[in-house]
C-alpha cells in the first residue's frame, strides 16, 4: 500500500490522524523538523528524536547541490546518510531555486539557475526534482511547483498556479510507486480564492497520496493566510494528509489545525534557537537580553529539555553573549521540544473534543495577543 493517513478524532474541522509511511508510522498534527542540508541544525539525529519528534524534512535544493543526490543514493539514501531513520519529507526544490539561486531562467519545461555554493549550472524539471527525491529516498515526494511571488497580481498568481498545475501531472507521471512512499500535490493561487479552488479541483482529478497548502507564509500576514485557508481547506479531500508548508508560530500552527491542517515545517524553531530566541509556554524570550544575566530560574518551568532541565536563563544568556557553540544548541532543542510538546498537547486536546479551551490556554500563556505571542526585543 501506498502511503496513507487514517483519522482517529475531530473536533470542528481540526483533525487527529495517524500518517502510514515505509519509516514507520506518525500521529498528526505533525510538526517536521527541517533537515536543511541532512541535519537539522545543531542537533544529532537521536537528540531530534528525544524530542518526540517523527519526521523530518529534507531539501532537494540543498542536497542537490551538496553532497548530490547520485551520492548520498551510493551511501544508501537519506535516512542511512543522516541517520534518521524515521519518515523524511523532501521539497522539491522550487522554493529555494526562487529564493536561493543565482541567475535563473524559467521556461515551460524547467528552471536552469547557478549554485549558490559554487556558481555551476543546474537544471531542475518536474521529472528531475522527483527523481532526485526517489534517489534521497523521500517517504514524501513533493511535486516541483513554482512558488509564486508575494506580492503578486491575480493574473500573475494564475499563470504561476497553472504552469505548477501542468508540472504537477508531470511530476505524478516520474513518480514511481512504491510501499510507504507517496507523493504530495502543492496547492497554489496566491489570495486569490477563485485560483484556489481552481487549484485543488486541478490536483484532485489527478490524484495524490497528499495535498499541501503552498504560497503561503511569504509576507501575506497571518490574516490573509488563515483566510486563504479558511476557502482552501475545505475542498481538500477528506481522506487525505494535509500539509501547509513553511508554516509557521505556535499561534499560526494552532490556527492552521483549528482549520483542518494535518502537517507543518517551519526553520522558526531552529533558526530562533541559533539566534538567542527561545519560544516558551509564556511567550518568546530573547536570551541576549540583559535581564537574563543573573537569572537562576529555568527558561522554561514547563519544559522537560535539558536547557530547561539542567540549566538557568542566566546560564544560557551568558553562552549566547559568549558565542559559545553549546548556546544555539540548547536554545534549538528546546524549541524542537517546545514544538513537539506543542504539536502534541493539541492533538491529545482534539482527541479529548476540547481543543477550544486548550486554544485559550495557550494563548493566555503566550502573552495578551491570541494571534501572536509576546515578544523581546534586544537589550
Ligand atoms: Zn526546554
Known amino acids: 500500500m501506498t502511503l496513507h493517513w487514517t483519522p482517529a478524532a475531530r473536533d470542528g474541522a481540526a483533525r487527529a490522524g495517524v500518517l502510514h509511511t ?31 519528534a517523527r519526521m523530518v524534512l529534507g ?23 543522516m541517520d534518521w531513520h524515521g519518515p523524511i519529507l523532501t521539497d522539491s526544490g522550487g522554493y529555494q531555486v526562487m529564493s536561493l539561486a ?16 559554487d556558481g555551476a549550472k543546474h537544471r531542475l524539471t518536474p521529472e528531475r526534482s522527483v527523481e532526485i527525491q526517489r534517489l534521497l529516498g523521500a517517504d514524501v515526494t513533493m511535486c516541483f511547483d513554482e512558488c509564486t511571488p508575494f506580492p503578486a497580481t491575480e493574473e500573475q498568481a494564475a499563470t504561476s ?24 500535490g502543492i496547492v497554489q493561487g496566491g489570495v486569490h480564492p477563485p485560483l484556489r479552488a481552481e ?3 486541478a490536483l484532485t482529478a489527478i490524484g495524490f497520496e497528499g495535498y499541501a497548502v503552498g504560497g503561503l507564509a511569504v509576507g501575506e500576514g497571518q490574516a490573509a493566510m488563515f ?57 518568546v524570550l530573547n536570551l541576549r537580553n540583559a535581564r537574563h544575566a543573573e537569572d537562576p530560574s529555568p527558561l522554561d518551568p514547563a519544559c522537560g529539555c535539558p536547557a530547561c ?64 505571542p509576546a515578544e523581546e526585543k534586544d537589550g
Open 22 to 52: 515505509a519509516h514507520g508510522t506518525v500521529e498528526t498534527p505533525v510538526f517536521m523538523p527541517v533537515g536543511t542540508a541532512g541535519t537539522v541544525k545543531a542537533m544529532t539525529a537521536d537528540a531530534v528524536r528525544a524530542t518526540g
Open 199 to 201: 487549484s485543488v479541483a
Open 102 to 117: 543565482g541567475l535563473r531562467t524559467m521556461d515551460e519545461e524547467g528552471v536552469t539557475f547557478r549554485s549558490h555554493v
Open 309 to 372: 532541565a539542567r540549566h538557568s536563563r542566566a546560564y544560557l544568556h551568558h553562552l549566547i553573549k559568549a558565542e559559545e557553540m553549546l548556546g544555539p544548541m540548547l536554545l534549538t532543542w528546546h524549541n524542537i521540544q517546545y514544538y513537539q510538546d506543542l504539536m502534541r498537547g493539541i492533538r491529545d486536546a482534539i482527541c479529548a473534543g476540547r481543543l477550544a479551551e486548550h486554544a485559550a490556554a495557550l494563548e493566555a500563556g503566550w502573552g495578551s495577543s491570541p494571534q501572536a
Open 227 to 283: 483566510a486563504t485557508l479558511d476557502c482552501t481547506v475545505p475542498l481538500m479531500p477528506q481522506e487525505a494528509p494535509r500539509y501547509l508548508m513553511g508554516v509557521g508560530t505556535p499561534a499560526d500552527i494552532l490556527g492552521a489545525v483549528w482549520r483542518g491542517i494535518d502537517m507543518f515545517d517551519c526553520v522558526i524553531p531552529t533558526r530562533s534557537g541559533r539566534t538567542g530566541r527561545a519560544y516558551t509556554s509564556r511567550g
Open 161 to 184: 498556479m497553472r504552469l505548477s498545475m501542468r508540472w504537477a501531472a508531470r511530476s505524478r507521471a516520474a513518480f514511481q510507486p512504491r510501499e510507504g512512499h507517496g507523493l504530495f
Open 59 to 81: 531539501n532537494t535544493y540543498h542536497l542537490m547541490l551538496r553532497p548530490g543526490a547520485e551520492r548520498v543514493a551510493r551511501l544508501g539514501g537519506l535516512h542511512r546518510f
